[in-house]
């Protein structure tokens, strides 16, 4: 009973201790409030700034996002500096002393006692017990588990430091500081006696039997602050993307005249589902390449068609040179529009490429080291996807400059390049201003169009 009634004392003191931190919810939410205790009050306002839902009022305000992913960069670097070496120790050592403080009060000790007493209710501290002897068997692996979380506590941590931050954030004790200091002086007796070590040894029949407390080490700070930053980084890049959809589609409803462009047969997100399972990449340029098929297809080949040759067939150019340029722009695109055909239906299961990817697929159900294979084959054919962009890209920017200067020309009514614009007039339907105006700003658009889709892409 002697016993019993030292663990009861113990018990009336993590009891309600237990329920306490209970209300304080998940482990991370007592890590973040341990270190932000110890953060200066405008780096708390930082921390405020630095959360996912601010940046989102903040980027409405700043409209430009990156000034305000330079601000959120400065602000992390804030951060970063006010948890130095010195106050990461001082906080790492708190939370794991708070850790082993918890598994302290988490201790079954009612289970222990209700051994002792029967009749014992739970989580009454009131209740006055009638304790009895028992057979010492009963209760070893109890106390083997007791002592493993008694000595893991640090008798000398900031004890008072942690109580207070604990209090300041629920306004509640969590234990009184007088009667933890018991329980502390308790311990250093214990470690000093070691009685119950000595009777563990005695039921277990095993001189040498000691307990074994945790002694691991959480770090707690460098984890806060990469969650934090992990956070503010892909808030900026979800707000990037956000926007950079909102440019694409503009630019298809200006260029299509919708969002739903599909052109391509093979070389298409779809696809791509039959590589992932495989975790592949797949094909990487899908929509810049469906954009720009379906612009070779809806325009190219009829407006576009229509403007050159008129330019270049009834137009007297001043000299050669100056229609060489636009010319060979021209019928380098002509050419690639051929290219990106072939080089989507060379990916049906019956092409060059499309049955080669095909076979590889099946064998990788049979053998695995054939996914290196065919990860070459997709980078082979992502590189020529590539290459059709860049080059289309280049001799539309060529073509629309060059669209550009005889707009110019035709506007102010000169004759430098083209010296025969009434000419060309009779024969244009609609009118050529019309017919230029309305090619340079697709080209525009398409450009504009395909470098979007292109960036940060490898």
């Not at 588990?145 to 969590?174: M, P, S, T």
């Not at 695109?333 to 590889?360: E, H, V, Y």
């Not at 049979?366 to 997709?378: C, H, I, Q, T």
């Not at 590539?386 to 000169?414: D, H, R, T």
Request: hydrophobic share 40%; net charge positive; glycine share 4%.
């Amino acid at each position: 009973p002697g016993m019993a009634k030292w663990f009861h004392e113990i018990y009336k003191v993590t009891g309600p201790a237990d329920i306490l931190l209970e209300r304080y919810g998940s482990s991370d939410l007592l890590k973040t409030v341990l270190i932000e205790s110890f953060l200066p009050e405008n780096i708390q306002g930082i921390v405020a700034n630095l959360h996912p839902d601010k940046i989102k009022e903040r980027v409405v305000k700043t409209k430009d996002v990156k000034v305000l992913a330079e601000q959120v960069k400065q602000e992390l670097i804030s951060l970063y500096s006010a948890l130095d070496a010195k106050t990461a120790k001082r906080v790492n050592k708190l939370y794991n002393d708070l850790y082993r403080l918890q598994a302290f009060t988490r201790f079954p000790f009612y289970f222990l006692l209700k051994k002792f007493d029967s009749m014992l209710p739970e989580r009454d501290f009131t209740y006055n017990p009638r304790f009895e002897a028992i057979n010492g068997q009963y209760i070893k692996d109890d106390l083997m588990d007791f002592l493993d979380v008694y000595y893991a506590l640090d008798g000398n941590a900031e004890w008072d430091v942690l109580f207070d931050v604990l209090k300041n954030y629920r306004d509640l004790d969590v234990v009184s500081k007088a009667s933890w200091k018991k329980i502390l002086q308790g311990r250093k007796e214990m470690l000093k006696s070691r009685t119950i070590d000595l009777i563990i040894r005695y039921l277990e029949k095993d001189p040498s039997w000691s307990a074994v407390p945790e002694n691991t080490n959480y770090e707690i700070v460098e984890d806060y602050f990469n969650r934090i930053k992990t956070g503010a980084d892909l808030t900026i890049q979800e707000i990037l993307r956000g926007r950079k959809n909102r440019k694409i589609e503009s630019l298809l409803k200006k260029l299509f005249g919708t969002t739903s462009v599909s052109r391509t047969q093979f070389y298409t997100e779809r696809e791509n589902l039959t590589f992932q399972k495989k975790m592949l990449a797949g094909f990487k340029f899908v929509d810049p390449i469906n954009y720009l098929k379906a612009f070779f297809l809806d325009y190219y080949k009829s407006k576009v068609r229509i403007l050159v040759d008129l330019l270049l067939i009834q137009g007297k150019w001043s000299t050669k040179l100056a229609s060489q340029q636009f010319s060979e722009a021209y019928h380098q695109l002509m050419s690639l529009s051929d290219q990106l055909t072939g080089f989507d239906s060379g990916l049906a299961d019956d092409g060059p490429m499309g049955s080669k990817i095909k076979r590889l697929l099946l064998q990788s159900t049979r053998d695995r080291s054939v996914l290196g294979s065919l990860k070459n084959v997709l980078a082979e054919v992502n590189d020529n996807a590539k290459k059709i962009i860049n080059s289309s890209a280049q001799n539309l920017i060529v073509l629309g400059k060059n669209l550009k200067i005889l707009l110019e020309e035709y506007k102010a009514e000169n004759m430098e390049i083209i010296i025969n614009w009434k000419e060309i007039e009779s024969w244009a339907d609609p009118p050529v201003e019309e017919q230029m105006a309305e090619v340079y700003g697709q080209i525009y658009y398409l450009v504009q169009l395909l470098q979007l889709c292109m960036k940060d892409k490898k």
